[in-house]
């Protein structure tokens, strides 16, 4: 299951340690470790065997310090309100990383989309934003997709949305399909910004990429794009999984040839001249690069001490549990957490939103050069952070508090706690 017992009190883990160098007041912990406001709804739809059926969604505020809420929408058989907060909760800090002028956010919906018609999750969509609606806009929770979610989506959630507020408000949502105010480089974005993340983390850390083995558990769309991109610089995909079943070959897998494939078979099994792998095993192959981009709690104390990656790139939110975390950490893996690795898509969303309320649209190349400079200024930022507050970035030695997540969440929560400063809020 993708949400392993008290994710929540496991996701604040690194707020903890963060707090500890910063010697934050404990009331200061208490307020950002609780979110500001939680919706849950009830979302009935008409199937299309004509019965309705009702839906349970979630739209957690986390924090909005910072500016109005933003994040995902999740739809997925194990969503539940633990897993929304822990959602919103890196949210904050990933926004608060980039430098977008947001706080954090993030819904999602307990359903399974594979199993519903396009029919079905229309209606389910619209009921979802009516449900929600006085609690999101453009300057107060700004949606997006998350797992299970995609552009069409958004498309029928921003009709809905202005049918009831009665005018076109495009920055309502972000990802939106490109006619209608969807932002170029969105559908790459996260991918994009996880491999800018990655070239800054080989730089610093003297990993070769040539040649590199590449493994990556969740081959969707967040992961096609940056095995892509690795694979032009040269390095050998030799794993990739998704949610039934995986493929492995030592030799290296052509990326677009295994997109097309999975687009043909909506599976990766079976990919030509690859050996069947289960879902999870890309986390314990033999590997110089993990790119775990599936769900939360892949990464565990079960299965931590397998892990041969020098350097993990957490495209997914939340793929490893702080046990695990710790473990990696002394084997001296170098692990580029998810609030910094994953946050090109909610960069870019920024960039659609700054685009909707110009009305004046930008190229690709301009969204590209933007999100590349903002990557690099981030990890840059937590290097730094992590350096300047004794972090130990070689993670030669094994004290807990030596690691780039704790510098990421340094660097997250100063930044969230002058915006509350600075608003008298504490
Ligand atoms: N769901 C994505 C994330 O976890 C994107 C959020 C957004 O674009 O608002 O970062």
Known sequence: MPNPGNLYEKALTPLKKAAAVLNLEPDVVEVLSNPERVLIVSIPTRMDNGKIKVFTGYRVQHNTARGPAKGGIRYHPGVCLDEVKSLA?????????????????????????????????????????????????????IPAPDVGTNAQIMGWFVDEYCKIAGKSIPGVITAKPLDIGGSRGRGTATGRGAFFATLEAVKTYKIPLKGARVSIQGFGNVAQPIAKYLFDLGCRIIAVSDSTGGAFNAKGMHPEKLTKFKKKTRSVRGFPGSKEIETIDPITVDCDILIPAALEGQITKENADEVTAKLIVEEANGPTTPEADKILHEKGAIVVPDVLANAGGVTVSYFEWVQNRMGYYWSDEEVDEKLKKVMAKAFKEVYQNAKQYQVDTTLRTKRAETDLRTASYLTAVQKIVAAMQALGRI
Do not use: H
């Open 89 to 141: 909760f890196w949210m904050s800090n990933k926004n608060a990383i980039v430098g977008v002028p947001f706080g954090g956010g993030k819904g999602g919906i307990t359903c399974n989309p594979k199993e519903m018609s396009a029919g079905e999750l229309e209606r389910l969509t619209r009921g979802y934003a009516a449900a929600i609606s006085k609690f999101v806009g453009v300057d107060q929770d």
